[in-house]
Structure formats: C-alpha cells, structure tokens
C-alpha cells in the first residue's frame, strides 16, 4: 500500500514539474513575439570572399515598406541596432540599443510600465526621445523616477520618455533588460549615419497564405512567414511587382 502511495506520489510529481516547465517555456517564446518574422541583409561575396550576415545594407526602409503590404503581415517595424554608451551625470552604462518604429512594442511584446512611447509624430520629427529597458534605467537612476530626465547616448543628449517592463532572461541566457528603444530614423541619422535597416514583422495568422502578387523573393519570404516564427537571412529584399514578360515577336 504504502509503494502505490508513494509511486502515485511520484508520478503526480513529475507531471506538476513537466507541467511547470511547460508554462514557463511558453512564457519565454510569448516574450519573444511568438508570430514573428526577422529579415536582414546578408553578406556579400567581394572577390571570392564572404562578408557573412551584416556584410551589406542593401535592405531598406523603402523594403519595410513594401514588406507591410504584403497581405498576410498585420505589422512591421525597420530595425537598426548596436552597442552604445549611455550616460546620465556621474553613472554610466554600456548597453544595446534598437532604432525601430512604435510598432516593434506591440511585435515584441514590450510594455511600457512608467511614461509613454515614442509616436510615429517622433520618428517623422526624428526627435531625441528613448525608452529605458528595466535593467539601464536601475542602472542610471537607482532612486530616481528616469521619465523626463536627459541622458546622453554617446554624446547625444536624449529625453527619457518611459521605462519598459521587465522581461528578464531571454531563452539564451541574454538579459532582455538591458536595452534602450528609440525611433529608427533618429538612431539612423544620429547613431549610425545609414539608411539601412533589418525589419521585424508580426503575421496575421491565417490558414494559408494569400495569392501574392509580388517578386520571387516576396513570395519566399511570405511563405516563410506562413510557416511560422522563423529568422531569414536574404541579401537583398523588396517586394516589387514583377515586369511583364516579353513578348516573342513572331516570324513574318
């Protein structure tokens, strides 16, 4: 009697731990965007030699653009991002920052738990606004409420907006705290001194994708996104209506 009881005992056990584990999994991929879709630039092959990812800036905003009409995206945001020093009075910190549209919270699932977000009006005015990640703002301002406060990101003075809601750990161990947002053509002409851009989308879901009526490459792309979470790396991307076929003059 007593080893049924404690057998029982076990499996219940183990079936709460898998349980557990479970949930927390899927917590982690909900944090990540669980319907989302990352396209950059590839590399390039220069004289017999590959640059590898990040080796051209061929994608452009123009791309994202293209990219969000496509029928089977509900959203999509450019990307820009790198490392940076961020600096408010005698505090300091190194950290990564991402120059995207407002519409990359609602993708990643950020939400701002003190202040505001940035608005499209900001990415239009490229205005020097950001957003703390719970992990800079703790950093920089121990005691104090940061929303108002000026930082300087190198040496560019910028007004805290709001501070993001912890996530924590990614599933690779990376602290998704440690981040600071701003608008993309802010980051683009004060940070990086490029046009180019990688981009995140969210997909609708939908049962199959649409008949597209777009390139080669829109329609790789769109397939991937119908398959589901995915990370695809292209050399160059745009969404552009292919040209009409030639037509063979015939033999008179």
Not at 10 to 31: H, K, L, T, Y
Request: aromatic residues 6%.
């Amino acid at each position: 009697m007593l080893g049924i009881i404690i057998g029982v005992g076990a499996v219940i056990a183990a079936v709460a731990i898998g349980e557990g584990a479970a949930q927390q999994v899927q917590e982690q991929i909900a944090n990540l965007g669980d319907n989302m879709i990352w396209i950059e630039a590839g590399g390039r092959n220069v004289s017999g030699r590959r640059t590898g990812a990040y080796g051209t800036k061929s994608l452009l905003v123009g791309d994202e653009q293209s990219i969000a009409r496509l029928p089977i995206i509900k959203m999509c945001s450019p990307h820009v991002d790198s490392h940076v020093q961020i600096t408010y009075k005698n505090q300091n910190w190194w950290t990564h920052y991402r120059g995207v549209a407002p519409s990359f919270l609602h993708i990643e699932h950020w939400v701002v738990a003190s202040g505001a977000a940035f608005t499209d009006a900001d990415a239009e005015h490229l205005a020097k606004v950001v957003i703390l990640g719970r992990t800079v703002a703790e950093r920089l301002f121990p005691h104090t409420d940061p929303v108002g406060k000026t930082v300087r990101i190198g040496s560019i003075p910028f007004v805290v907006v709001g501070v993001l809601q912890s996530k924590g750990a990614s599933t690779f161990g990376q602290d998704e705290d440690d981040t600071v947002i701003m608008p993309y053509t802010t980051v683009q002409k004060n940070c990086r001194a490029t046009t180019g851009c990688n981009t995140s989308c969210a997909r609708r879901f939908l049962s199959r994708p649409p008949q597209a009526r777009f390139s080669k490459s829109a329609a790789y792309c769109a397939s991937g996104i119908a398959c589901g979470r995915t990370r695809t790396t292209i050399s160059s991307f745009a969404a552009r209506r292919p040209l009409p076929k030639r037509r063979r003059s015939r033999d008179r």
